[in-house]
């Protein structure tokens, strides 16, 4: 059960007013607000031990050096990888997306495939266009169908000896539709080819489980999750870590450096070259400790409680269509009214303290496949209200009476 009154206490910009009105957040499919407990996580570093970490003999690099990797095996443990080592600090899903794809540059060979869901963010269609770019090989996507779901079917068609990786999003960020990763995976193994998972959306309402899942690589911001922008996880399973080459040179991912050769670390520190965001790992770490205590499951079954509620009363307002509706989705609404621009109803809202979403949510072939040039997405989490979900379908539907 979600204790909603006291949880909100815990996040001090619900308590800010937008123009003149009490926020209403709904747009956590973007960003998650931030609870006070990782914001003092943040404060207290940069108050008491700010240092370098892995290099200083002196106490205070000690103590960061030890949160740090305190916070690495916290996020082990969180996504049940095998290792600590499999466990990549990065400052995004972005940053891990490019890393695997830089690293299979020198994997693939020209008329190799690389599939895609044609339900991805741009963040993850890009760094495999220019995958293919540089090596030739060729980039197949899987359709979706009008549900906003991935079209198994034609995935399973796709695939073949020519796969080299496959690149599908846990839950997609413009629709909420949740995908079957698991069978995704599984057949993906059967042609021998690798997979990478983009867990950005999922996180925030999945503990998802790297061993039984067995995928290849997953990755995750935690800006998303609780915890601060610039932050982020990249799991590989120990074998593919060692394949790929290092992504960046620099310090903290060498072993030994002379001009005629340099050896680079052990995993993780290969991929994690120069000083990390080392107040946002140890941050981060503090926000899944605070998401586990509130309960993953919990946070589903009030979600959905949200989401079933605010479809439902959405849906009684004439002229609107929401997009993505799929059974199995997270708390995320994609909608529009009629021929209404969605920016206008967005830009109404916000005079009323409210925040959602507007436009093709970087994910334009998407939008391009509705035929449409966006939507209104709200998008809900366990500090949402149902009282707040009444006063924005009001605030809709005099956007709606004053644009028609
Ligand atoms: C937010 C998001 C990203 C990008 O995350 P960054 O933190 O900006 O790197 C990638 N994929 C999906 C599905 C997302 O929702």
């Not at 949510?361 to 009282?387: L, V, W």
Request: proline residues 4%.
């Amino acid at each position: 059960m979600i204790d909603v009154k006291k949880i909100r206490k815990d996040f001090p910009i619900l308590n800010r007013k937008v123009n003149g009105n009490s926020l209403i957040y709904f747009d956590n499919a973007a960003t998650s607000q931030t609870p006070k407990i990782v914001i003092d996580a943040i404060v207290d570093y940069y108050s008491n031990y700010n240092a370098n970490i892995h290099r200083g003999v002196h106490t205070l690099s000690q103590e960061a050096t030890d949160d740090y990797e305190q916070a690495r095996l916290k996020i082990q443990k969180h996504f049940n990888a095998k290792k600590a080592h499999e466990i990549i600090l990065t400052s995004g899903t972005t940053h891990g997306i490019n890393l695997v794809a830089t690293g299979f540059t020198s994997l693939l060979k020209k008329g190799d495939e690389i599939i895609v869901s044609a339900l991805e963010h741009h963040s993850n269609i890009v760094p495999w266009q220019m995958l293919c770019e540089r090596t030739g090989a060729i980039l197949k996507v899987i359709p979706i169908s009008l549900k906003g779901e991935l079209i198994f079917e034609e995935y399973e068609k796709l695939l073949s000896e020519k796969t080299k990786i496959v690149f599908v999003g846990h839950v997609s960020n413009a629709l909420g539709t949740i995908n079957p990763i698991k069978k995704i995976i599984k057949k993906a193994h059967n042609v021998g080819a690798a997979i990478l998972i983009d867990g950005a959306q999922a996180t925030p309402h999945i503990k998802p489980d790297m061993q039984e899942l067995d995928c290849d690589f997953y990755v995750c911001s935690a800006h998303k999750i609780c915890g601060p922008t610039g932050v982020g996880m990249l799991y590989g399973k120990e074998e593919w870590l060692y394949k790929l080459p290092p992504y960046q040179g620099g310090g903290e991912m060498i072993s030994e450096v002379t001009f005629e050769k340099t050896t680079y670390a052990d995993l993780p520190h290969k991929f994690e070259a120069g000083t990390p965001n080392i107040a946002g790992v140890i941050a981060f770490g503090v926000a899944l400790d605070y998401m586990n205590e509130i309960g993953f499951d919990n946070i589903a079954s009030y979600e959905n409680e949200l989401l079933d509620y605010a479809t439902k009363k959405l849906l009684e307002i004439d002229g609107l269509k929401i997009y993505g509706t799929s059974a199995k989705k997270t708390a995320v609404i994609s909608f529009n009214i009629e021929e209404i621009h969605p920016y206008d109803i967005g830009t109404i809202i916000d005079k009323l303290g409210i925040a959602v979403r507007t436009g093709h949510h970087c994910a334009q072939p998407i939008m391009d496949f509705y035929n449409i040039p966006g939507t209104i997405r709200a998008s809900f989490t366990f500090y949402n209200t149902k009282e707040e979900i009444d006063i924005f379908v009001n605030a809709v539907i005099r956007a709606k009476n004053m644009l028609l």
